[in-house]
């Protein structure tokens, strides 16, 4: 009787049912890979502009246990258009990208400051406008570059120290540069990829 | 790194100088600093027309104005250093001034502090978002049309600067009635047109648009109205599902119409066009085959005067039996003497008969007398078999005829005609029945009366009565039918030359004795 390895047995036919598994895994595992369909529909940004609004309506009624434990680096929010329109699609979108990374870190240190439990959902919330942002820039086409680290500053960013500032940081950021970016993306142009 | 930074400020120098031309020469620059005053309670006011600029001004009586170098006009962007802005001095209405700073460069999506001295003194103090203080011009190239559409118009226009920004307009679009001050509105938001709905068919609208930023990320002030365009609907536009069932009902009631019509149109014919009577159906033929000629018709030629009666009488009840006759019978009837008055009755008779002779007629009319048909009865009643022997003691004849005293009667004189048969059924009459009509005869022996059961033959060649061309006819009673054989004097002779009428009665007694009717 043969001993040998035989191409049918038992252990190599689990083998292949694994295999053929984590390629279909694989295939169809969400991720940075995937290609998105373009999101050119603004009202998405608006509507996490207008939440991102409430917040920091609820944030202004805060007395007690909604400040914050250390000072934060937050991007500048104003736009000088004559210095907007010269800066080409790219340098833009790093800029944009930056500062929503920015504000991911100060939203999360705001989250371990405040105790209101009140505010809770709200800044939760907010994080997960701004990542939903990130995967909408995703989606342009835009190209990804790496957050800036911890740290980092320079003519584009600012500190704060109060839990109101962040969030008004917060609204304006998406209501300037934030929106710019995508009205004018080339991937919602007509004719555009 | 420094060749970007001198290219960037190549550029902006470039803008500056292109911006310089329109620094107080915007559309309606008036019109807003009149709105603002109005409407925008801090002070200093202040409103942006495009994504680059901002306007501010304040005002002051002229008790406390002074020239505008006494002004300071300050502002400060966030994480930025102070600025200045140059102060102009405007007259305005009312003994007032009004003094202006407008900024070519600004920043937009965060806050900006703005102060106003007035020698060295704090006046206004502001914090704001220029991108919440949009006040911009009007739409443009306002242009309304028809639809094709009853009750409805079609307006679109032309979106304000800056560009890029569309997406964030939002329309108010008036629509009156011209001469009404009813105003109606509607607004549409990142749209540059829009279909009014629900307007009057034949009237004329004044259309006007106003633009205002949505408040999302940009707000501002309502804009100022364009100019109204005056469009003039069409008039009496018929919507199409009114038109379509006012049809479906119109149909209907077409059709119930009709329907009634045709269900009652002979009466209907009846009363619009009666019909007029004709006689055609009582003659058939005559206006068919001879063309109306009614002498044709009847038949006067050769050969047709006895065919053509039978059309008289097709349709007509069968004729009254007439059965008349002057026969002569007194040459054999009197074999046996006659009673006296019959005797004296016959020898009137003959008397009147040869008067009457001369004034007899041809044809059907006849002048019979009682007396001697009285006679003939009694005599034959009175006489049985042997004069007459197929005429048995059951058989019976009758004899109509029209009597008169005076002179000659036509036929049809019935009621002195009763009296002899009369006289003969009273005579005869003792029959358990109890009709007295004349059609029933009964006859048992002895009693005289004449049973209509019994069979009856009358030869016809036995009975040659004298006198003129009487026409008679004899009856034969069955029971069943009574035939009526017609007899003719020697005169005229019918028999030879044709056949007299007969008329074919049919006894229809039943076992029972219905009256049989029979005419004199």
């Known amino acids: 009787m043969q001993t040998g390895l035989l191409p049918y047995g038992p252990f190599w036919l689990g083998q292949g049912v694994l295999t053929l598994l984590l390629m279909l895994l694989e295939w169809t595992r969400p991720g940075l890979t995937s290609p998105l369909r373009p999101i050119c529909d603004l009202r998405v940004l608006k509507h996490f502009i ?5 917040a920091e309506a609820a944030m202004l009624t805060c007395k007690e246990g909604c400040g914050l434990a250390e000072l934060v680096t937050v991007p500048q929010t104003k736009v000088d258009f004559n210095v907007w329109e010269i800066k080409n699609a790219p340098e833009q979108a790093k800029e944009v990208q930056s500062g929503l990374w920015l504000l991911s ?47 980092v500053s320079g003519a584009e960013t600012w500190s704060v120290s109060s839990a109101s500032e962040l969030l008004q940081v917060h609204v304006n950021f998406l209501r300037g540069k934030v929106q710019l970016l995508l009205s004018n993306a080339a991937a919602c142009q007509p004719g555009g990829s | 790194m420094t060749n970007d930074h001198l290219k960037g400020l190549f550029v902006y120098c470039l803008l500056c100088c292109t911006q310089r031309t329109d620094v107080f020469g915007a559309h309606g620059w008036d019109t807003k600093v009149a709105q603002l005053l109005l409407n925008e309670p801090k002070n200093p006011k202040c409103f942006a027309e495009g994504l680059r600029d901002l306007t501010c001004f304040w005002e002051e009586d002229e008790e406390r104005a002074g020239s505008a170098d006494q002004y300071s006009f300050i502002y400060t962007y966030q994480n930025e250093n102070s600025s200045e802005c140059n102060v102009t001095a405007q007259p305005a209405e009312g003994s007032k001034n009004l003094y202006f700073c407008r900024l070519s460069q600004t920043q937009l999506f965060a806050p900006v502090d703005i102060q106003v001295f007035r020698d060295g003194l704090l006046i206004h103090n502001r914090s704001l978002h220029i991108e919440y203080v949009f006040l911009l011009d009007p739409p443009s190239n306002l242009t309304v049309t028809q639809t094709g559409s009853p009750g409805q118009l079609k307006a679109r226009w032309l979106p304000p600067p800056p560009k890029y920004i569309d997406d964030s307009m939002m329309y108010e679009v008036s629509y009156t009635v011209a001469g ?70 119109s149909l209907i009631l077409t059709l119930l119409s009709l329907t009634v019509l045709l269900s009652h149109r002979r009466f209907l014919l009846d009363k619009v066009w009666p019909v007029i009577p004709t006689p055609e159906s009582k003659f058939q033929g005559l206006f068919t085959v001879y063309g109306g000629d009614f002498e044709e018709w009847l038949g006067y030629s050769a050969g047709d005067l006895f065919l053509r009666p039978a059309y008289f009488y097709t349709e007509e009840i069968p004729a009254p039996l007439e059965v008349l006759s002057e026969v002569g019978l007194d040459s054999q009837l009197c074999s046996s003497p006659l009673p006296p008055k019959a005797q004296q009755v016959l020898d009137d008779g003959k008397e009147e008969k040869l008067k009457q002779m001369d004034s007899s007629t041809d044809g059907w009319s006849e002048t019979p007398h009682e007396h001697w048909l009285m006679d003939e009865l009694r005599v034959l009643h009175l006489l049985p078999t042997p004069q007459d022997p197929q005429l048995k003691s059951q058989d019976a004849y009758v004899t109509l005829n029209a009597q008169n005293h005076s002179g000659p ?51 016809n060649h036995t009975w040659s009565p004298k006198g003129p061309g009487y026409t008679y006819m004899a009856v034969a009673d069955s029971g069943v039918s009574m035939d009526y054989s017609p007899m003719s004097s020697s005169k005229i002779d019918f028999m030879g030359k044709g056949v007299a009428y007969t008329n074919e009665y049919r006894n229809e007694i039943p076992a029972h004795r219905q009256p049989v009717p029979f005419a004199f």
């Not at chain 1, 959902?121 to 995703?138: H, T, W, Y």
């Not at chain 2, 549409?188 to 009014?196: D, G, P």
């Not at chain 2, 648009?209 to 609907?233: C, F, H, I, Q």
Request: charged share 20%.
């Open chain 2, 409 to 459: 009667e036509p036929l049809g004189d019935v009621l002195e005609e009763t009296r002899p048969l009369q006289v003969l059924f009273d005579s005869g009459r003792t029959c358990s029945d109890s009709h007295s009509d004349l059609g029933s005869f009964q006859q048992s022996s002895g009693s005289g009366c004449l049973s209509s059961q019994s069979s009856f033959e009358y030869p």
């Open chain 1, 105 to 151: 870190q100060a939203m999360g240190s705001l989250r371990g400051s405040i105790t209101n439990t009140a505010l809770h959902g709200q800044i939760d919330n907010s994080l997960r406008n701004i990542f939903s942002i990130g995967q909408v820039l995703r989606s342009l086409n835009f190209q990804e570059y790496p957050p800036p680290g911890v740290g």
């Open chain 1, 50 to 54: 207008e939440e991102a609004k409430d």
């Open chain 2, 180 to 249: 009404s001050r009813t105003e109606q509105v509607a607004e549409v938001r990142a749209s540059s047109e829009l279909i009014l709905r629900g307007l009057q068919p034949g009237s004329r609208y004044n259309v006007r648009v106003r633009v205002k930023l949505d408040g999302v990320s940009y707000n501002g002030y309502w804009s100022a109205w364009t100019d109204p365009v005056l469009m003039e609907m069409m008039p009496g536009d018929l919507d199409p599902l009114i038109v379509f069932l006012a049809l479906i009902i």
